[in-house]
């Protein structure tokens, strides 16, 4: 039974950090892995953790893409790309202005 508890609370810590990694914009499952392994540690880390929806964008020139800004490489057309003059606002500026 005492394991059974030890589940419970990791399952509670799981569901936190994925919801709170969620609510900054990353993946669900990926911070409910990590609450879930590294309890306290992991949730934690998932307060943290950077806002992704805050994060500056560019748009690929080769496919049109809108990325992230420090991504290297386009994840449509595997692109190779520079540093670009001109950013394009975050999701979340995007948002607001609506």
């Keep these: ?3 059974l508890g030890l589940l419970v609370i990791l399952l509670c810590f799981g569901v936190a950090g994925g919801a709170v990694g969620r609510m900054k914009g990353s993946s669900f499952f990926m911070w409910f892995l990590v609450s879930f ?3 306290f540690i992991g949730l934690l880390t998932a ?5 992704d929806d805050r994060e500056l964008r560019r748009t690929c ?4 893409v809108v990325l992230k800004l420090h991504d290297a490489v386009c994840v449509n057309c595997g692109e190779e790309l520079v540093f670009p003059d001109v950013a394009v606002a975050s999701e979340a500026a995007s948002r607001a202005r609506t």
């Design 1 to 3: 039974m005492q394991g």
């Design 37 to 39: 392994c590294v309890p």
């Design 61 to 64: 020139p080769s496919c049109g």
């Design 47 to 51: 307060v943290c953790y950077r806002w």
